[in-house]
């Protein structure tokens, strides 16, 4: 599986922004995807999963109420809209694939992450 971000950008505190992620290869349309991101000098860190079908997500604490991950199977695609952006949601975000789940080792599928920085 391929995956190919997009999205990033500069956004002020309170605003929105919609991450998309597009996977190609085998089976990619039924894969279970997520968002990791990486803030500056710290640790990657989970920011939420969305299962093959899309019935089911599961957010960090941190995004919770803010962050919807969706999927668009009929596109291979999977979206992250981030809405009432925080300046600590600054990050390069990761999309990944073949794994449900906040654990980062059990993932085999990284896309090239794409920044989001939100300024205050």
């Known amino acids: 599986v391929q995956l190919q971000a997009s999205g990033g950008g500069l956004v002020q505190a309170g605003g929105s922004l919609r991450l998309s992620c597009t996977a190609s290869?085998?089976?990619?349309?039924?894969?279970?995807m997520g968002w990791f991101r990486q803030p500056p000098g710290k640790e990657r860190e989970f920011v939420g999963t969305i299962s093959g079908n899309g019935a089911v997500t599961s957010y960090a604490d941190s995004v919770k109420g803010r962050f919807t991950i969706s999927k668009d199977n009929g596109k291979n695609t999977m979206y992250l809209q981030m809405n009432s952006l925080k300046p600590e949601d600054t990050a390069v975000y990761y999309c990944?694939?073949?794994?449900?789940?906040?654990?980062?080792?059990?993932?085999?599928?990284w896309g090239q992450g794409t920044l989001v920085t939100v300024s205050s």
């Open positions: 290869g085998r089976d990619a349309y039924r894969t279970p």
């Open positions: 990944t694939a073949g794994y449900y789940g906040s654990n980062s080792h059990a993932i085999n599928y």
